[in-house]
């Protein structure tokens, strides 16, 4: 118990990630697949996918990333927006989420009387896939972030991995070497938890 617990405290937002990573890529395919396969899903519908890049496809993908945001960042704000997008380059790797919502769309027709939760509980077992992996990175002593610049890449993301358009992107979550640890951040208990016996 204790060390699952260590591993839920270790976890954070690692933004200063870096390529000393002793696990191999086998390792962390493992995890991802593992937490991906047995992660609880709505009607067991499995709609989460997702994608793992590592080298040049990681470096592609940061690229693609800087290249949308530089259509629509102003010229004099793009520098640090650049600047952001080239630590999360520094990463070993890059996951990206998806729901498919093909999967969701047939469930919503099977199942009116319930049709507006799938897409919010499609979005809860993506969460749970996204919080499993950043956990378990831990075990290897790595960490991650958690990013969200869907909107302004999806279409650019579908056409370089030649994706169905019904892979909606949800998140994306670059991974590495810690390379400095993250300031320590104000979190509470107090009020959070009511315990009734
Ligand atoms: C649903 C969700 C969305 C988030 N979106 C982003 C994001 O787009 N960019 C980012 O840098 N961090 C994002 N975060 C990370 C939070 O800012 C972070 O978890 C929070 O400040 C607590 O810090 P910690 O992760 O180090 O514990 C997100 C976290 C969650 C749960």
Do not use: C
């Not at 405290?9 to 690692?14: A, L, V």
């Not at 991906?36 to 040049?56: A, C, E, F, R």
């Not at 949308?68 to 952001?84: D, G, Y």
């Amino acid at each position: 118990m204790s060390e699952y617990l260590h591993l839920i405290e270790k976890r954070r937002s690692n933004y200063d990630l870096g390529r000393n990573v002793t696990a191999t890529k086998e390792e962390i395919n493992e995890l991802i697949a593992t937490v991906v396969h047995h992660n609880p899903s709505s009607y067991n519908s499995q709609s989460t996918k997702v994608i793992v890049l590592y080298d040049l496809e990681h470096d592609d993908f940061w690229d693609l990333v800087s290249n949308q945001l530089e259509k629509i960042v102003a010229p004099e704000r793009f520098p640090a927006t650049k600047k952001k997008i080239e630590g999360f380059k520094k990463a070993f790797g890059t996951v990206l989420f998806f729901e498919d919502e093909s999967i969701t769309g047939d469930l919503v027709k099977k199942y009116p009387s319930y049709a507006q939760n799938f897409r919010i509980w499609a979005q809860q077992a993506n969460a749970m896939v996204q919080y499993g992996i950043w956990v378990g990175l831990g075990v290897m002593s790595l960490g991650g972030s958690l990013q969200h610049y869907n909107e302004v890449i999806e279409t650019a993301v579908w056409q370089a991995y030649d994706l169905d358009r019904s892979w909606r992107l949800i998140a994306q979550m670059p991974f590495g070497s810690i390379e400095s640890a993250p300031n320590e951040k104000a979190k509470k208990i107090e009020g959070r938890m009511i315990i009734k016996e």
